[in-house]
């Protein structure tokens, strides 16, 4: 079903859904005879929100060559070395941000994201998790039962992004007169054009100088191109519900051109490097995606990291 301005979802549908898949990667990830990360949370949250299909992969009891189409460069298998070097890239963003002496963290639609329960954080940080309330209520009460315990201050802002969510932030005791470290990671993408400028304007309001924010930004498509990575889609999903995931990922992002991250900051007084996946995928010596109209988004996305002046 294709997205509207007020739809709704859990964390097994629509759009919530990606949250969960993306925690399955992690999982998978985590268990690699090399791992470039260590999310002990995330098989346990995709258990327990119950999409047998994100279960049973993120378990490894279904395989990349049993659900993905081979006739497609857009293919599910790729999803844990791409989310691998994706969560990294976010995790050293934090790292840096923390050594430069920022106390203060925002996650941005924060879903399965368990980076509150396994960083290691320095005295006096306080993280600020902005989600729709269901999704919030559900991870703490699922961490909870795992007997994790957040290893920084956590504020769960139960807030939809389409709502004030600056006013909820501040409630929570969020303080605009200090730096902040922000991340958008797997966001951007789903938000329509005007919405994603809306969101970068109100980080930027409540951004004191030497702010950073880290973004994975998805690139504009000609209308051909767009068209053809959403067929890609439309096929390689066709095998996953063959399998009992019922999920129609081309229909969950927004059409229309949109502006750059980096331009976008630069002009409100921020200035950002940027790393496609495709670079990370490299620098870290895993496959990078091969070239296409139907894989463009994924090998060009581009991760930025801006800091306020």
Same mark, same amino acid.
């Given at each position: *079903?294709?997205?509207?301005?007020?739809?709704?979802? %859990?964390?097994?549908?629509?759009?919530?859904?990606? !949250?969960?898949?993306?925690?399955?990667?992690?999982? /998978?990830?985590?268990?690699?005879?090399?791992?470039?990360?260590?999310?002990?949370?995330?098989?346990?949250?995709?258990?327990?929100?119950?999409?047998?299909?994100?279960?049973?992969?993120?378990?490894?009891?279904?395989?990349?060559?049993?659900? %993905?189409?081979?006739?497609?460069? #857009?293919?599910? =298998?790729?999803?844990? %070395?791409?989310?691998?070097?994706?969560?990294?890239?976010?995790?050293?963003? +934090?790292?840096?941000?923390?050594?430069?002496?920022?106390?203060?963290?925002?996650?941005?639609?924060?879903?399965?994201?368990?980076?509150?329960?396994?960083?290691?954080?320095?005295? =006096?940080?306080?993280? +600020?998790?902005?989600?729709?309330?269901?999704?919030?209520?559900?991870?703490?009460?699922?961490?909870?039962? @795992? =007997?994790?315990?957040? &290893?920084?201050?956590?504020?769960?802002?139960?807030?939809? @992004?389409?709502?004030?969510?600056?006013? !909820?932030?501040?409630?929570?005791?969020?303080?605009?007169?200090?730096? &902040?470290? #922000?991340?958008?990671?797997?966001?951007?993408?789903? @938000?329509?054009?005007?919405?994603? %400028?809306?969101?970068?304007?109100? /980080?930027?309001?409540?951004?004191?100088?030497?702010?950073?924010?880290?973004?994975?930004?998805?690139?504009?498509?000609?209308?051909?191109?767009?068209?053809?990575?959403?067929?890609?889609?439309?096929?390689?999903?066709?095998?996953?519900?063959?399998?009992?995931?019922?999920?129609?990922?081309?229909?969950?992002?927004?059409?229309?051109?949109?502006?750059?991250?980096?331009?976008? @900051?630069?002009?409100?007084? #921020?200035?950002?490097?940027?790393?496609? *996946?495709?670079?990370?995928?490299?620098?870290?010596?895993?496959?990078?995606?091969?070239?296409?109209?139907?894989?463009?988004?994924?090998?060009?996305? &581009?991760?930025?990291?801006?800091?306020?002046?």
């Amino acid at each position: *079903m294709a997205r509207t301005d007020n739809d709704t979802w %859990d964390l097994a549908t629509s759009v919530g859904a990606t !949250a969960t898949l993306v925690a399955a990667a992690r999982a /998978i990830a985590t268990k690699a005879d090399d791992p470039l990360i260590d999310d002990r949370f995330a098989e346990p949250l995709v258990r327990a929100v119950g999409v047998d299909f994100l279960t049973r992969w993120a378990a490894g009891d279904l395989a990349g060559s049993d659900i %993905d189409d081979h006739d497609s460069s #857009w293919k599910l =298998g790729q999803m844990p %070395d791409a989310m691998a070097v994706r969560t990294r890239f976010f995790d050293g963003f +934090f790292a840096d941000a923390t050594r430069a002496g920022i106390r203060q963290a925002v996650i941005l639609a924060s879903g399965l994201d368990a980076r509150a329960y396994r960083l290691t954080w320095p005295a =006096g940080m306080t993280v +600020f998790e902005i989600d729709q309330p269901e999704v919030l209520a559900f991870k703490t009460a699922t961490m909870d039962e @795992l =007997g994790a315990v957040p &290893t920084v201050d956590r504020r769960a802002v139960a807030v939809d @992004l389409r709502d004030d969510w600056p006013a !909820a932030l501040t409630a929570a005791g969020f303080d605009r007169s200090r730096p &902040t470290a #922000w991340i958008a990671e797997g966001l951007l993408g789903y @938000l329509p054009p005007e919405a994603q %400028d809306r969101l970068l304007d109100n /980080i930027g309001a409540l951004s004191a100088a030497g702010s950073r924010l880290g973004t994975e930004a998805v690139p504009n498509l000609s209308e051909d191109a767009h068209e053809q990575a959403r067929e890609a889609m439309r096929s390689a999903t066709e095998k996953w519900q063959s399998h009992g995931f019922d999920l129609e990922f081309s229909e969950l992002g927004y059409l229309g051109e949109r502006n750059d991250v980096a331009d976008y @900051l630069s002009t409100r007084g #921020w200035v950002s490097t940027g790393q496609t *996946m495709t670079e990370l995928l490299d620098r870290h010596g895993r496959p990078t995606p091969n070239r296409g109209a139907d894989s463009a988004s994924v090998a060009d996305t &581009t991760y930025y990291t801006s800091v306020k002046g």
